[in-house]
């Protein structure tokens, strides 16, 4: 049973791995910067955690069922993830989940999830869920709006929630004049109702570390960048339960030789 099980979990997992899109993939030139008069709650919040592991989790699971082919139970499992990877905090992560879902639903998860790490951390009742919970953005700039090419650019926000949000990821796109995609995805906390600034900064320099034989390297010509900003509950875009669109903030900046 388990051997056929994960054998489907291996298909499944190669089938989609090739198709679903990066949770959280960071372009270097995007940098999210911390807003001092943002309080942290200190209580331990695994939430974060969980989700950041998500990626790791699922490819040393994968690892270990090609290697052993059978694993019995949660305990062998996550004392192997463990064991292989060297952090506690991934063991503990895969042992929470395991265990509250069982061995074979928790396989039957990672695969259905399709890496959607909020999904999962909220299946697991590690990340809060919020339904009801709501965005809209209040103000949204791009500073400065005209600059030398090679500059910083500074998106800042402000959005409000009446309701809450649930956990959820912020995504922001730039159209840029060479017509590379440049994207990154960054997580937002489930929150209490209230009002909250964020703050992206876009560094217009070429990435001297770019290797055009593995990818293409943003040039940032001369010319005008349309930036657009998502708020999600859940991952942007997935079609997993506890997923919305909550606001969409447009702007755009122009460089200049
Ligand atoms: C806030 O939550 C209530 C239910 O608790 C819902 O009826 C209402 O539509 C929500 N408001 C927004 C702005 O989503
Ligand atoms: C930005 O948006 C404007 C207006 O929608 C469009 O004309 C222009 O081509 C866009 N720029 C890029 C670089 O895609």
Known sequence: MYRSLAAV?????????????????????????????????????????CVNSFDDLVQIVLDIILQYGVVDTCGHLCELVEEKTGSGLLGFICTMGCDFLGLEEFVKLIEKADIDPIYYCEVMKICPIN???????KSFAVLPPRAQTESKIAVDMVYVSKNGTGTGEMIITIQTVDKIPLSSGFFLE??????????????????????????????????????????CNGQCGSHHPHTALYDTARGSFTLYE
């Open 9 to 49: 979990f291996l298909l499944l997992i190669v089938g989609v791995a090739g198709t679903s899109r990066i949770a959280f993939q960071q372009s270097s030139h995007i940098q999210r910067a911390v807003l001092p008069h943002i309080m942290k709650d200190v209580r331990l919040d695994w939430c974060p955690q």
């Open 131 to 137: 339904d009801n919970g709501d965005a809209k953005f």
């Open 190 to 231: 489930a929150q209490k109702p209230g009002t909250y600034g964020e703050r992206l900064v876009i560094d217009t320099t070429p990435d001297p570390e770019c290797d055009p034989t593995q990818g293409e390297c943003e040039q940032w010509l001369a010319g005008t960048y349309n930036i657009t900003v998502l708020l």
